[in-house]
């Protein structure tokens, strides 16, 4: 991949947020439809993902689930930063293959915060830089066609179909599969 999925990564310091992660967290095993974070509940941990994919699910009144982001290996995963907060989820993190995770418990996290001013800031530029993501996703769902959104995806990220299912990524860009599919196709993949 070109560059990092989310962007965020690109602004963090993600060598202090692996480092909290490896060095106090616990590896864990989730498998696959397993949730990390379930609708509802309070987000437990931060994690440090060292194989497998998850993805960020909200779900419609009638029950439709909605893929609102997608993470992987070297990536980190958190109801962020409603977790810091105590704060239900409003959307569920579940596990698309299995993963193994290095956790932090939310109570560490909120700990360091409060005893250690320099990893107080990387938590600040962390949630400034999550915010940008999501905010320019918001945009882009406004500003950007459908064709626009997949060129850009399938061009920094070609190895997402081996990831995630059409399903998923379709969801994702806020498409139908069987439009991603005439996407696909119109740009000579086969689906």
């Given at each position: 991949?070109?560059?990092?999925?989310?962007?965020?990564?690109?602004?963090?310091?993600?060598?202090?947020?692996?480092?909290?992660?490896?060095?106090?967290?616990?590896?864990?095993?989730?498998?696959?439809?397993?949730?990390?974070?379930?609708?509802?509940?309070?987000?437990?941990?931060?994690?440090?993902?060292?194989?497998?994919?998850?993805?960020?699910?909200?779900?419609?009144?009638?029950?439709?689930?909605?893929?609102?982001?997608?993470?992987?290996?070297?990536?980190?995963?958190?109801?962020?930063?409603?977790?810091?907060?105590?704060?239900?989820?409003?959307?569920?993190?579940?596990?698309?293959?299995d993963c193994e995770?290095?956790?932090?418990?939310?109570?560490?996290?909120?700990?360091?915060?409060?005893?250690?001013?320099?990893?107080?800031?990387?938590?600040?530029?962390?949630?400034?830089?999550?915010?940008?993501?999501?905010?320019?996703?918001?945009?882009?769902?406004?500003?950007?066609?459908?064709?626009?959104?997949y060129n850009e995806?399938?061009?920094?990220?070609?190895?997402?179909?081996?990831?995630?299912?059409l399903k998923d990524?379709?969801?994702?860009?806020?498409?139908?599969?069987?439009?991603?599919?005439?996407?696909?196709?119109?740009?000579?993949?086969?689906?």
């Open positions: 991949m070109t560059q990092n999925f989310n962007t965020y990564i690109e602004h963090i310091d993600f060598d202090a947020w692996r480092e909290v992660c490896v060095r106090k967290g616990t590896l864990r095993r989730f498998a696959k439809g397993e949730e990390f974070v379930t609708i509802g509940e309070v987000g437990r941990y931060i994690g440090f993902i060292v194989s497998g994919t998850l993805k960020y699910v909200a779900h419609s009144p009638g029950g439709t689930e909605h893929v609102m982001g997608l993470v992987f290996c070297d990536g980190f995963v958190a109801d962020w930063p409603f977790c810091i907060y105590g704060q239900p989820a409003k959307l569920a993190i579940v596990a698309v293959s995770i290095y956790c932090i418990t939310t109570k560490e996290i909120k700990e360091l915060i409060a005893t250690d001013p320099n990893f107080k800031d990387v938590v600040m530029h962390s949630t400034e830089a999550v915010y940008t993501t999501v905010y320019e996703r918001y945009i882009d769902l406004y500003c950007k066609s459908p064709q626009q959104r995806l399938i061009t920094h990220h070609p190895n997402l179909f081996d990831l995630f299912s990524i379709a969801s994702f860009l806020n498409i139908t599969p069987t439009h991603l599919s005439r996407l696909r196709k119109n740009d000579g993949k086969q689906c």
